[in-house]
């Protein structure tokens, strides 16, 4: 049995000319071909290029830093490190109890396997990097990796997090 939607389009589609019809065709193919530009777009950035992109973030530094800040990129597991924290943060950072401020903004970047949340984290990162809060080669400590959350990590990621929500710009 055939929906009944079907049947309205078979009695338009008898009373289109050819004419009519191509220019439906290259309508649908229009809206098609633009579908697959959504979705091109909202593909996920592999772990190699979210490395990347942080590695890009000390282009401006000298040789010393760039080199211990690409390793503490590729071995130290920065950006897993913080992305762990703010997965976790997810849930709360949703809720206005939480974060009174930046709730709806966190809202409008979706889920959480989206581009738009992945884009959100590497804003998080880059705050953090221009904030000084990863340290640097020439400190008594080195680099900070935020693996270990007992040294206030979290915490510093959640601030960071709930600011850049507060302040989009």
């Known amino acids: 049995m055939a929906s ?9 589609t008898n009373q289109l000319t050819l004419n009519d019809l191509e220019a439906v065709q290259a309508h649908v193919a229009s809206l098609m071909s633009g579908l697959a530009v959504v979705v091109q777009e909202e593909k996920l950035l592999t772990p190699n290029q ?16 760039k080199a211990g800040w690409k390793k503490l990129v590729t071995n130290d597991s920065l ?43 590497l804003r998080v990162i880059s705050y953090l990097y221009k904030e ?17 959350t007992a040294g206030g990590c979290d915490e510093i990621a959640w601030d960071a997090a709930c600011f850049l929500l507060a302040h989009p710009e």
């Not at 396997?113 to 959100?120: E, I, M, R, V, Y």
């Not at 000084?132 to 270990?148: R, Y």
Request: no cysteine; hydrophobic share 35%.
């Open 132 to 148: 000084g809060s990863f340290g640097g080669p020439d400190e008594e400590t080195g680099f900070h990796d935020f693996e270990d």
């Open 50 to 65: 979210l490395r990347e992109e942080v590695i890009k973030m000390a282009v401006t530094k000298d040789k010393k830093f």
């Open 79 to 121: 950006v897993e490190n913080v992305f762990g924290i703010l997965e976790e943060a997810y849930t709360a950072l949703r809720t206005k109890d939480n974060n009174p401020e930046g709730w709806k903004a966190v809202r409008e970047l979706g889920g959480r396997d989206t581009l738009k949340w992945q884009t959100f984290k």
């Open 4 to 12: 009944p939607l079907l049947t309205p389009i078979f009695l338009l």
